[in-house]
Structure formats: structure tokens, C-alpha cells
């Protein structure tokens, strides 16, 4: 009987191995999230440069909107930061920012400092409206159509090739959607 027991590591390096050869050939930034189809979340949140000021989900009413989740302790969220500075400005995409988890000041200086591809920024310095989306991590970012649906989330940076192969498609057919 104690013979057996000698097999226990190698059933689980087996049942292991299987775990990590089924992630072989996944895409980690193609998380689905259970809002998909649903409405963003309710929430009452300041706005990041004018404090006191509440912004809610009626932010994102009539226009296709990214919501960007960011934060300046994230270094991807500054790889990004250009590109999104190049989608807001060149190609007229409403970007939404999401400072999650952040201090409002340090904000406010990368804002001054990289400028600010943001057409509002919705302050949640707790984390409580990333909790509700289910986010894991910044950046991520979301394709948020014009009645505040979620219709796509990307997890990481986004980029032009992330642009032009994943975001604009969406973007462009929820546009033409409402118009």
C-alpha cells in the first residue's frame, strides 16, 4: 500500500503538466468579463480633476466610449499613455479614464506632464467601480457603446496594432449602429 504513495508526485506533475499545456496558445489579454452585454455598473464617483464633482454611469450615454483603466503606478499604463494621446487626438476616439486606485495629485501631475487623452476621468482612488467591472489589473480597457453597454474589454496595453485589429472594428460598427 505504501508503494502507491510513491506515485503521488508523479500523478501530480502529470495533472500539472495537462493544466499548463491546455494554456499553451491562449491569448492573456482576451479575458472575457461577465459584463459583456450588460450595462456598466452604477456608480457615484468624483471626477478626477474637479473634485466634488460626481461623475455616474450617465457619463457614457450617447457616444461609443473606451473606458481606459490607468494608474500612475502602472508602467504599461504609461507605454499606452501615447497612443491613447494619438486615438483621442488624431482619430477622435472618446476615451473615458478610469484613475483606479490612484493618488489624485500624482494623477493630476502625469496628466499635466503627458497630457490628457481623457474626455472625462472618473476618480477611484478605493478601487469600488474596478471591483464592479472585475478588473484585474491596469490597463484595460473597455468598448462601451452608446447606450453604456459593455461590448469588449481588453486586458493590457493598447496599442495601434491592438487599435486597428481589435478596438477600432467595434468602435467603427457600434457608431454605425446608432447612427
Keep these: 500500500m505504501r508503494r502507491v504513495f510513491l506515485f503521488v508526485p508523479l500523478i501530480l506533475v502529470v495533472v500539472l503538466g495537462i493544466v499548463l499545456f491546455a494554456g499553451i496558445g491562449k491569448d492573456p489579454t482576451h479575458l472575457e ?10 456608480f457615484t464617483l468624483d471626477d478626477l480633476e ?3 464633482t460626481k461623475l455616474d454611469a450617465g457619463v457614457f ?3 461609443v466610449s473606451l473606458l481606459n483603466v490607468w494608474g500612475t503606478w502602472c508602467p504599461a499604463c504609461r507605454d499606452e499613455h501615447e497612443d491613447l ?3 483621442a487626438q488624431e482619430q477622435g476616439v472618446r476615451i473615458i479614464g478610469l484613475n483606479y486606485k490612484d493618488n489624485r495629485e500624482d494623477a493630476l501631475v502625469w496628466l499635466e506632464r503627458l497630457g490628457n487623452p ?12 474596478g471591483f464592479d467591472l472585475g478588473v484585474y489589473g491596469a490597463p484595460e480597457t473597455y468598448v462601451i457603446d452608446t447606450d453604456g453597454v459593455v461590448r469588449y ?3 493590457g496595453v493598447v496599442n495601434e496594432k491592438v487599435w486597428k485589429e481589435d478596438l477600432a472594428p467595434l468602435v467603427n460598427q457600434y457608431r454605425e449602429d446608432a447612427s
Excluded: C
Design 118 to 129: 481623457y474626455e472625462r476621468t472618473i476618480y477611484d482612488p478605493k478601487g469600488t467601480l
Design 85 to 87: 494621446m494619438w486615438l
Design 50 to 52: 474637479r473634485p466634488g
Design 33 to 42: 468579463s461577465a459584463l459583456i452585454g450588460k450595462t456598466v455598473p452604477t
Design 61 to 63: 450615454r450617447g457616444q
Design 153 to 155: 474589454r481588453h486586458v
